[in-house]
């Protein structure tokens, strides 16, 4: 089990990183301390499947690559997650209208 933990926690380590997040920024942002979200990234303890849940939706990763290191069939580019993390909630549908037209207009 130690080893789940250990290899969950550098998947976090890694997809936090590469948000440019630091680990008080993730903590707060999951509601919890900065010790505990700490223990999680060095294997120590786990997160309760209400905050893996909630990180999963924050880093914009599967909760199957966050627990079991599986990465999707299609992954999504970094950059496309970030810019659509970083628009404001009442945006993201333009968004994603706008990406679909591009999509339509490259497939045609």
Same mark, same amino acid.
């Given at each position: 089990?130690?080893?789940?933990?250990?290899?969950?926690?550098?998947? #976090?380590? #890694?997809?936090?990183?590469?948000?440019? =997040?630091? $680990?008080? $920024? #993730?903590?707060?942002? &999951?509601?919890?301390?900065?010790?505990?979200?700490?223990?999680?990234?060095? +294997? *120590?303890? +786990? =997160?309760?499947?209400?905050? =893996?849940?909630? !990180?999963? @939706? *924050?880093? +914009?990763?599967?909760?199957?690559?966050?627990?079991? +290191?599986?990465? /999707?069939?299609? %992954? !999504? /580019?970094?950059?496309?997650?970030?810019?659509?993390?970083?628009? %404001?909630?009442?945006?993201?549908? *333009?968004?994603?209208? &706008?990406?679909?037209? @591009?999509?339509?207009?490259?497939?045609?």
């Amino acid at each position: 089990m130690d080893d789940y933990k250990k290899a969950m926690g550098q998947r #976090l380590k #890694l997809q936090r990183k590469l948000r440019h =997040l630091t $680990q008080e $920024q #993730l903590a707060e942002k &999951i509601d919890i301390s900065i010790k505990h979200y700490s223990e999680a990234e060095r +294997g *120590i303890t +786990g =997160l309760s499947v209400e905050n =893996l849940i909630k !990180v999963s @939706e *924050i880093l +914009g990763i599967s909760l199957d690559y966050l627990l079991k +290191g599986i990465s /999707p069939e299609y %992954p !999504v /580019p970094l950059k496309m997650m970030e810019i659509y993390h970083d628009c %404001p909630d009442s945006k993201k549908e *333009i968004l994603l209208d &706008i990406l679909e037209l @591009e999509a339509k207009l490259y497939l045609t």
